[in-house]
């Protein structure tokens, strides 16, 4: 048990895909040198995985890579792929791409006892050795099978035969194989059975009436890495983008660098403000001044010579600026400072991973030292519950890993008291909440705010009224009595108290 | 492999792929020899090592050997596997088994 060959590198050298947090599910890559399939549903995205495995290393890498296509013609693949970015007729040109098309062709063709695939193996090594590929593709395999339907056995053995010779010359191997099902058997025909040392499933699933695509490792050979599904999205120019759960890494600093949260007397009342990599939740219902606090937000950042973001899910570009003005804030005139952003848009415009990924770029592109997003509880009808809690996940983690404040409101359901969904995903999240409820004190109905939970603070613990005029919030006194702001409004008159 | 015989009628011109030495080509040449026998002028077979000319499996998209294929025609006719049928592989062929004109 001394030879050579025994001898098993303890750390397996990682070849990137290109599909960044994908590449950080699997400890950094594709173990190099080994074989992995890629099973998915027709529509899954195979095609695009593994054309990006070959793009990432021709472009950043400098690792030629052989397409060996069993399905579509070299040809459709170069249309197909087109839209993602990929110069795939280039990089034929500069002999960094080599096709190996064994896809059908037009012929008469009759199997008669026993054969090798031979020739398919010398096709792929002269492509290999052609332009010295690190990388290569086989897609898909099941088509293989089709073309050698009475043979079942041979391909398996024939295939097994490929696998090894590839894995001979060093290639790290991407095979892709199509499932039946969502959630069934890995591949048709059991091919992972026999050559897989790690095993990929794409997903393309329909959860009330959306399409929702994830990713998941399910096997690693001799490796650890993150179980469970990851959403992914499919973004022209780019290509495939897994959207990382957080979870991941729960690695941020917390600072305890305060920044105004634009409103004096609230300030007060966290004593100091929120920290700088902390996300702010505020709840309430309709009307009761949620979207005020996000303007305070916003411009006691810009006052502060800070930059500001602010994602609209609700009200229009024009009806946020109108609501600003009438509370003494010139959206415009920030904007033309280059102190604020604002970025509306209907949140069934996109599905949940692509607005996360437009928030992240929005972020890498403007740099802002805050972030409002108004409100949580418009994404979240557009999306089935697992999804939008992942979506917070993320969310969050990118918001603190960028050191950034957020602050995102919730539309409670009820007018009066009560919960909403996102309360619940969200609430353990963030840093802190805010609420704002209506509160009735004998026959007047008033606003009143209260500090919740403040992570890592002393915070005031009051429900405090409030009043909206021209000039914005102005926090007054605490309540007497006990308003119930969970539940019922009901307070009695002052002069019972 | 000269294809300069003299005949009257040109004759079919078929392409036996292989893959080096082994087994199964070696019987797929045996049966090259017992096809050329049963046919005379009228059949020539070129051999093709695809280990030595991998560029020509290529272009021909073989994936399968041995493959005998006559890619005179569209679409292509491709044999795969076991030749030692005669009748059966003249058959696909469009020739006829006769005897060979004396």
């Known amino acids: ?497 | 492999m000269d294809p300069v015989q003299s005949g009257a009628r040109p004759p079919l011109g078929l392409r036996l792929y292989v893959a080096g030495d082994t087994p199964g080509a070696r019987r797929a040449i045996e049966s090259r020899e017992r096809l050329l026998d049963a046919c005379g002028n009228r059949l020539d077979i070129e051999v093709i090592d695809i280990l030595a000319r991998p560029d020509a499996a290529e272009a021909a998209g073989i994936l399968a050997t041995p493959t005998l294929a006559d890619e005179a025609i569209q679409p292509p006719r491709r044999l795969i596997g076991d030749f030692s049928n005669i009748a059966q592989v003249l058959d696909f062929f469009g020739l006829r088994k006769e005897d060979t004109p004396s």
């Not at chain 1, 794409?202 to 490792?217: Q, S, Y």
């Not at chain 1, 005139?333 to 990924?357: F, I, M, N, T, W």
């Not at chain 1, 592109?365 to 992942?390: M, N, Q, V, Y």
């Not at chain 1, 109905?445 to 403040?454: C, D, F, I, N, T």
């Open chain 1, 1 to 497: 048990m001394t030879t050579a060959e025994e001898i098993v590198d303890p750390v397996l050298e990682r070849v990137k895909t290109g599909i960044e947090a994908f590449d950080d599910l699997v400890m950094g890559g594709l173990p190099r040198g080994r074989t992995t399939i890629v099973g998915g549903t027709p529509g899954s995205g195979k095609t695009v995985f593994a054309t990006q495995f070959l793009a990432h290393g021709i472009t950043d890498l400098d690792e030629p890579g052989v397409f060996v296509t069993f399905e579509e013609p070299s040809a459709d693949i170069e249309v197909n792929m087109a839209s993602f970015g990929w110069d795939i007729r280039g990089w034929q040109n500069a002999k960094k791409l080599a096709f190996v098309d064994a896809s059908p062709r037009d012929q008469d063709e009759l199997v008669v006892g026993e054969f090798d695939l031979a020739g398919l193996l010398a096709r792929i090594l002269h492509a290999v050795q052609g332009i010295g590929a690190k990388r290569i593709v086989l897609d898909s395999l099941t088509q293989l099978f089709h073309h050698f339907v009475a043979d079942q056995n041979a391909i398996r053995r024939e295939l097994l035969r490929v696998a090894s010779a590839l894995k001979r010359e060093g290639l790290t191997v991407l095979m892709t194989a199509e499932r039946n099902s969502e959630y069934g058997d890995i591949s048709r025909h059991r091919i992972e059975e026999f050559v897989a040392d790690n095993v990929v499933i794409l997903r393309n699933a329909l959860d009330r009436e959306r399409r929702r695509r994830t990713i998941e490792v399910l096997k690693m050979r001799g490796s650890r890495h993150v179980e469970g599904e990851v959403p992914i999205t499919l973004v022209s120019g780019e290509g495939m983008v897994a959207v990382p759960l957080s979870s991941l890494r729960l690695e941020q600093q917390s600072s305890t660098k305060r920044v105004t949260s634009g409103n004096a007397e609230l300030d007060r009342m966290t004593s100091g403000g929120f920290f700088r990599d902390s996300v702010t939740l505020v709840s309430g219902a309709t009307g009761t001044g949620k979207t005020l606090l996000v303007t305070n937000f916003l411009a006691g950042g810009a006052a502060a010579g800070e930059r500001a973001l602010l994602i609209g899910y609700e009200e229009s570009r024009g009806q946020l600026f109108r609501n600003a003005k009438s509370w003494g804030v010139d959206f415009e005139a920030l904007e033309a400072e280059g102190r604020l952003k604002v970025v509306c848009l209907y949140p069934e415009a996109q599905s949940l991973p692509d607005h996360l990924l437009m928030i992240r770029e929005l972020v890498e592109e403007f740099k802002p030292d805050r972030l409002a997003i108004d409100s949580l509880s418009a994404l979240e009808r557009i999306a089935p519950e697992t999804g939008f809690r992942e979506f917070l996940i993320s969310l969050t983690s990118f918001i603190k890993k960028h050191e950034i404040a957020g602050l995102c409101t919730a539309t409670d359901k009820s007018l009066v008291g009560g919960q909403s969904v996102s309360e619940q995903h969200i609430s353990t999240l963030t840093d802190s909440i805010i609420l704002l409820r209506y509160i009735q004190q004998a026959q007047f109905m008033h606003r009143g705010l209260m500090v919740l939970k403040m992570r890592g603070s002393e915070h005031d613990k009051q429900i405090r009224r409030f009043t909206i005029d021209g000039d914005g919030m102005h926090l007054g006194d605490a309540f007497e009595g006990s308003p119930d702001i969970f539940s019922d409004s009901v307070l009695p008159g002052p002069a019972t108290a």
